[in-house]
């Protein structure tokens, strides 16, 4: 029995716990305590490269980080919402101990705590045997939880990084609110992206749709998306920081939810994107696609069009409006290759980034 684990139990915090590499003595400790299930409501641990992408959506660029953590923080905080939590946080740990095969790099682990108003990290590193890295993770965890939490008589220091949401932000995380824009703009010209990072493709993409469309542009960018968690507000403030325009934060995963929400809008999509939304598989069925773009139709929403790298070959909408549906065809306007050909990408970026 642990008088620590008491203590968190006598709290009204409610939280799902999800953990891989490390950090399960924590987890030990609170179940065998009486009072557990007035704290813990789910544990996870995906250890298999695999159950994380399960949890994640998409595996992720490197299993032990900050990002990491953060995201496995958040889908656990959503997973508690959807539970039913009075005060909902999410607990993740992503940790690299030592192990019975020689390890590249450091031994370490990344801490994230989600709560209804803020977002926390932590990162240590350790040197010793297995047994030794999991205690000294366990009470640095411990220490983690006392501080975010709040929790009488947990003492440790554990040096955390903050940030804390805004209400807007807030408003959107937990579903008070579905768009809020940074400065004035009237939602008649959007280029929806995830915008990780921005890059001079899209700049040039927005200036090139204001000339066709005589509109003022700005980006838009979803907290939500339909199968990865949401965005937490240390990435939210991360993304926002990148541009000097309007930007609409919305809680609008989707293109039949963003014209719902922004009725007779255009908005600016790569060729790939358009593909997408024509496809059959993403709807359950052609009939159900094709109530989805009759429905977009109705509600005014109309593209403009960018080319994209389709394989070897950069292909603009030319090259591909007889295979798309009438009903999105005939709203969407082209761009041609002369006026933009930048084969850019995010994932590109990233990807490059990451190499030594």
Request: with cysteine; aromatic share 8%; proline share 5%.
């Amino acid at each position: 029995m642990s008088d620590r684990a008491t203590r968190l139990h006598d709290t009204p915090w409610q939280g799902v716990f999800y953990l891989a590499g490390g950090g399960t003595t924590l987890i030990g400790e609170m179940l065998g305590t009486p009072g557990a299930s007035r704290t813990v409501m789910d544990v996870r641990i995906p250890y298999a490269s695999t159950a994380m992408a399960e949890m994640l959506g998409a595996a992720p660029e490197q299993a032990c980080s900050e990002a990491t953590a953060r995201a496995m923080a958040m889908s656990a905080f959503q997973k508690a919402q959807q539970l039913g939590a009075r005060q909902p946080f999410g607990f993740a740990c992503t940790a690299s101990l030592a192990t019975d095969r020689t390890k590249k790099g450091e031994h370490r682990a990344h801490a994230a705590i989600q709560t209804p108003t803020d977002t926390y990290t932590a990162f240590w590193t350790f040197a010793g045997d297995r047994a030794e890295e999991e205690e000294a993770l366990s009470e640095a965890l411990w220490a983690k939880l006392g501080q975010v939490l709040d929790i009488p008589g947990v003492e440790g220091s554990a040096v955390i990084t903050h940030t804390a949401g805004k209400p807007a932000w807030q408003a959107l995380i937990l579903g008070d609110s579905q768009a809020e824009a940074t400065s004035n703009h009237d939602g008649g010209l959007l280029l929806p992206g995830a915008f990780n990072p921005l890059h001079q493709g899209h700049q040039e993409m927005m200036a090139v749709a204001e000339e066709v469309t005589g509109l003022t542009g700005a980006y838009e960018m979803s907290v939500a998306n339909v199968d990865k968690p949401f965005l937490d507000y240390r990435e939210i403030e991360r993304r926002l920081a990148q541009f000097d325009r309007a930007v609409w934060l919305t809680r609008l995963p989707t293109f039949i939810e963003k014209a719902r929400r922004f009725p007779n809008a255009t908005f600016i999509v790569g060729l790939d994107t358009l593909v997408r939304i024509a496809e059959p598989r993403y709807y359950g069925g052609e009939l159900m696609r094709d109530e989805a773009l009759k429905e977009l139709a109705e509600y005014g929403a109309s593209y403009v069009v960018f080319g994209r790298m389709m394989g070897d070959r950069f292909m603009v909408l030319e090259d591909m409006i007889d295979t798309l549906p009438e009903a999105l065809a005939e709203r969407a306007t082209g761009v041609t290759a002369e006026r933009f050909n930048n084969p850019l990408s995010s994932t590109d970026i990233r990807r490059d980034e990451r190499q030594p």
